[in-house]
């Protein structure tokens, strides 16, 4: 079993900076990818960045060369910085994480961002 956490989320201005992190906790040695995906109102949820195990990382073209996806392996987190938001950025953000050779998928309970015009 795996436990995530996500916090970070909030209120913030078009133009402004945040960092959501995903507090991980129980098999997560057997983790091979944490993603970060987002639902907006009325939309699907969508994949925004992932990271594997060894290190790769992948974004969605909307947040290419804005947002970061990173982990610190010795706090058990994963973090998403998120600069130059955008209105349409504004979705609950959900942590999720991946185990491949289970077919297992954990989710967080989500953290909302909000970004005003």
């Known amino acids: 079993q795996v436990q995530l956490v996500e916090s970070g989320g909030g209120l913030v201005q078009a133009g402004g900076s945040l960092r959501l992190s995903c507090a991980a906790s129980g098999s997560i040695f057997s983790i091979s990818v944490f993603n970060w995906y987002r639902q907006a109102p009325g939309k699907q949820r969508e994949l925004v960045a992932a990271i594997a195990s060894g290190g790769s990382t992948n974004y969605a073209d909307s947040v290419k060369g804005r947002f970061t996806i990173s982990r610190d392996n010795a706090k058990n987190t994963v973090y998403l910085q998120m600069n130059s938001l955008k209105p349409e950025d504004t979705a609950v953000y959900y942590c999720?994480?991946?185990?491949?050779?289970?077919?297992?998928?954990?989710w967080g309970q989500g953290t909302r961002v909000t970004v005003s015009s």
């Open positions: 999720n994480a991946v185990q491949a050779f289970l077919g297992t998928v954990y």
